[in-house]
């Protein structure tokens, strides 16, 4: 199931990342079975989930699309706000690089957990959360953790992760 979700998952952030930057991506997805062994980035941006399998039982987690540099990260959101006919971020504002960086999650995510749900996961989502940095390293051990790398030429590429949490409980913001 987790194998399954985390491949949805690249589906979407491939087609998004696309049609959001007019780059097509190389994408590789690799899956990790202890989540908390995931790089330190720093800067991100962080959703979190909950809901239950068809079996009822609880799933929770979070996405978080990473940059190494917040060079990379502006390069990224400037190129998105074009698209959607926004101002793209000036060249030091951070909160201007979140929103448009949160925006496009929150796209991904839309149209992962609606295909999620016709596999019988119902999920529900938090709003995006700015994040500084982050090594996953507060999740609790068995988490299951997925990573994808979207990159294109000559462009700065973008990592987003997915954690399943082993135990429901949400580790701290």
């Known amino acids: 199931m987790y194998n399954r979700c985390a ?4 589906e979407h952030a491939a087609k998004v990342f696309e ?18 062994r995931t790089p330190r980035y720093t800067l ?8 239950r399998t068809g079996e009822g ?6 996405f978080v699309c990473a940059f190494e540099t917040f060079e990379s990260a502006r390069d990224i959101a400037g190129l998105i706000a074009q698209k959607l006919g926004l101002e793209t971020p000036p060249a030091d504002d951070r909160a201007g690089v979140d929103d448009v960086l949160g925006e496009f999650l929150n796209i ?15 999920t529900v989502f938090d709003p995006p ?18 990573h994808l790398t979207l990159s294109a030429d000559g462009h700065p590429g973008v990592s987003i992760f ?9 580790p701290s913001e």
Not at 108 to 122: F, H, K, N, P, Y
Request: with cysteine.
């Open 7 to 10: 491949e949805l998952l690249a």
């Open 108 to 122: 991904v995510i839309g149209l992962t957990c609606s295909d999620w749900a016709e596999r019988g996961l119902a």
């Open 57 to 62: 039982a609880p799933l929770e987690g979070f």
């Open 44 to 51: 991100g941006v962080r959703v979190g989930f909950a809901g």
């Open 19 to 36: 049609t959001m930057t007019g780059l097509r991506p190389g994408r590789e997805v690799a899956a990790s079975g202890d989540a908390t």
């Open 162 to 170: 997915l954690v399943f949490l082993s135990d429901g409980a949400r």
């Open 129 to 146: 959360q700015p994040m500084v940095v982050h090594s996953f390293s507060d999740v609790p051990p068995g988490s299951r953790g997925f």
